[in-house]
């Protein structure tokens, strides 16, 4: 075999071997790169125990409309913008009470150990929907909210939760925007 030919591939092989690293360690990160929040895996450890330790828990997923068309329209720097926006203003509705995470593309979720000390559901939905600056644009934007109380649980576990304030959640998309269900 030509040695040339070997030498060659080498350097192809590297970057292979690197970008599989690369994805490897994105996909387990504790910590989104672009919004801050937990990752999932990063959250769901920590909200396992939540839910566990706190009687009166709250688990809410949001997901954001129409948000392929944002960036469509107006490129994906802008979507990135809507994303950020959006994990600050989920994180900043929880503030110590609880911890967010972006579970992936334009899907958020969060648990709230007190739901006594946030603002409620309502309010959350007013942020979430609030427009987006990006370059001089307003970008509108709007979610859908959906949400589970432990108590409604009949055995309290985080997977339970979830499909829940999924449920929740789809039942708010299917009544139109700006809806929130729990």
Wanted: glycine share 10%.
């Amino acid at each position: 075999m030509d040695t040339h030919v070997i030498a060659a591939g080498l350097p192809a092989l590297g970057w292979a071997l690197h970008g599989g690293l690369l994805t490897r360690r994105l996909s387990t990160a504790r910590r989104d790169p672009l919004t801050g929040l937990h990752t999932r895996a990063g959250w769901t450890t920590r909200a396992e125990r939540l839910l566990t330790k706190h009687p009166d828990a709250l688990v809410v997923l949001v997901d954001l409309d129409d948000f392929k068309a944002i960036n469509d329209t107006h490129g994906h720097a802008a979507g990135d913008t809507v994303l950020v926006a959006t994990a600050r203003r989920l994180a900043d509705w929880g503030d110590h009470h609880g911890i967010a995470a972006r579970l992936g593309g334009d899907e958020f979720a969060a648990i709230v150990t007190d739901p006594a000390h946030t603002t409620g559901l309502h309010a959350l939905q007013g942020a979430l929907d609030q427009p987006v600056e990006h370059h001089g644009r307003t970008l509108p934007v709007s979610a859908s909210v959906g949400s589970c109380h432990r108590p409604d649980l009949p055995v309290p576990s985080l997977t339970d939760a979830l499909s829940a304030a999924d449920a929740a959640m789809y039942a708010a998309k299917g009544h139109g925007r700006r809806n929130t269900h729990h």
